[in-house]
T-cell receptor, first 111, second 116 residues
Framework: AQSVTQLGSHVSVSEGALVLLRCNYS??????LFWYVQYPNQGLQLLLK??????LVKGINGFEAEFKKSETSFHLTKPSAHMSDAAEYFC?????????FGTGTRLTVIP | DARVTQTPRHKVTEMGQEVTMRCQPI?????VFWYRQTMMQGLELLAY????????DSGMPKDRFSAEMPDATLATLKIQPSEPRDSAVYFC??????????????FGPGTRLTVT
C-alpha cells in the first residue's frame, strides 16, 4: 500500500533561512512523488513532481526536492525563505489511479 | 489559462437541507476527483471518475452523499440531508489520463460548506 508521512505539522523559519520540509513515502512499486502548496483559501497547486527521471527535481518559486530511494524520502527544500512562502505544503505518492496525500506541513516565515 | 472551476465558493445551509456542489474540470481532462478537507481529518479522497464512470467512491458516506458526472464538463457532489459534521472545504481536481497514466492533478478553489 502507498502512503506518505510528513514529519512536522508546523515548521517555522526566519526570512532568508533554509526551508526543509520532510516527506517519507511507502510504496510497493516505483513511485511518482509530488509536492503541492496550498495558500490560504485556495486549492492545492503543484510545486514539483518526480517521475523516475532525474532524482533532483526543481519546481516553481525556487523549491526543489531530491528523491532518495535508499531513505524512501522526498524532502522539499528552498535555500532562502521568503514571506510569500508561508503556506501549507503537501507531499503525495502515486497509487493505482490516484494520489495519496500526507497530512500537510504548515510553514510560517518569521520576518 | 485552463483552470478547474467550482461553484458555489461558499455555502451556508441549515441541517437537513440538500446541498449541491458543482465542478467544471479542465477541458480535455477525463478524470475528476472529489476531496474533503477539514482541520481534524486533513485531505480525504471521497470519489473519482474516469470518462464519467465512477472508479472509486469508497471514501464517501453512501447514505447521504452522491457524486455524478452528467457530462464531460460537469461533475456534481450532492449531500442530502446535510449535517453539521459535513462542514468542510470540498475540492474538485481533474487530471488528463487519456494516454499514459498521469497522476498530476489540478485543483479547483474549493467550496466552503457550513452546515448549521
Amino acid at each position: 500500500a502507498q502512503s506518505v508521512t510528513q514529519l512536522g505539522s508546523h515548521v517555522s523559519v526566519s526570512e532568508g533561512a533554509l526551508v526543509l520540509l520532510r516527506c517519507n513515502y511507502s510504496s510497493s512499486v516505483p513511485p511518482y512523488l509530488f509536492w503541492y502548496v496550498q495558500y490560504p483559501n485556495q486549492g492545492l497547486q503543484l510545486l514539483l513532481k518526480y517521475t523516475s527521471a532525474a532524482t533532483l527535481v526543481k519546481g516553481i518559486n525556487g523549491f526543489e526536492a531530491e528523491f532518495k530511494k535508499s531513505e524512501t524520502s522526498f524532502h522539499l527544500t528552498k535555500p532562502s525563505a521568503h514571506m510569500s512562502d508561508a503556506a501549507e505544503y503537501f507531499c503525495a505518492v502515486s497509487g493505482a489511479n490516484n494520489l495519496f496525500f500526507g497530512t500537510g506541513t504548515r510553514l510560517t516565515v518569521i520576518p | 489559462d485552463a483552470r478547474v472551476t467550482q461553484t458555489p465558493r461558499h455555502k451556508v445551509t441549515e441541517m437537513g437541507q440538500e446541498v449541491t456542489m458543482r465542478c467544471q474540470p479542465i477541458l480535455g481532462h477525463n478524470t475528476v476527483f472529489w476531496y474533503r478537507q477539514t482541520m481534524m481529518q486533513g485531505l480525504e479522497l471521497l470519489a473519482y471518475f474516469r470518462n464519467r464512470a465512477p472508479l472509486d467512491d469508497s471514501g464517501m458516506p453512501k447514505d447521504r452523499f452522491s457524486a455524478e458526472m452528467p457530462d464531460a464538463t460537469l461533475a456534481t457532489l450532492k449531500i442530502q440531508p446535510s449535517e453539521p459534521r459535513d462542514s468542510a472545504v470540498y475540492f474538485c481536481a481533474s487530471a488528463d489520463q487519456t494516454g499514459p497514466l498521469s497522476y498530476e492533478q489540478y485543483f479547483g478553489p474549493g467550496t466552503r460548506l457550513t452546515v448549521t
